[in-house]
């Protein structure tokens, strides 16, 4: 059992701590830097994996200037997109919106959403959706 309180930077990203593991009384607590995580695609938008439970998911989705993700919906989840950084056009049902970095919206469940950047800057976004569509545990 790891001391009360330590941090474990033994990851496979261990040289720039993308990923740290926090042991607290025993606990393992997964810490990112989101700043380090991120990862784009020149052929699409990108989605890295950072929390995933059987409750909830949380992504970074990162889009450079002319991608997106396309219109969809999801039965039985909600869905929020925070903006770390850029500015996204995102519709939800039939409304659009742009959003900058420091705002939130939220898709509810069986509601059409997807965001473009039209931008000429990358576009980073925290994603959150509960519960976890992908998992049946």
């Known amino acids: ?81 925070f903006v770390l950084e850029g500015i996204g056009d995102f519709s939800i049902g039939d409304k659009k919106k742009s959003l900058k970095n420091g705002t939130a919206v939220i898709a509810p469940s069986e509601v059409l959403h997807g965001v473009v950047n039209n931008s000429d800057s990358n576009l980073t976004l925290l994603v959150f959706m509960a519960p976890n569509p992908n998992r049946n545990d």
């Open 1 to 81: 059992r790891p001391p009360r309180s330590t941090l474990d930077r033994s990851s496979a990203a261990s040289d720039v701590y993308k990923r740290q593991n926090v042991y607290v009384r025993g606990f393992k607590m997964e810490v990112f830097v989101l700043n380090e995580m991120k990862t784009f695609s020149k052929e699409k938008m990108k989605k890295v994996k950072l929390f995933d439970t059987k409750n909830f998911f949380c992504d970074l989705y990162c889009l450079k200037p002319g991608q997106s993700q396309k219109i969809h919906a999801h039965q039985g989840a909600d869905k929020i997109y």
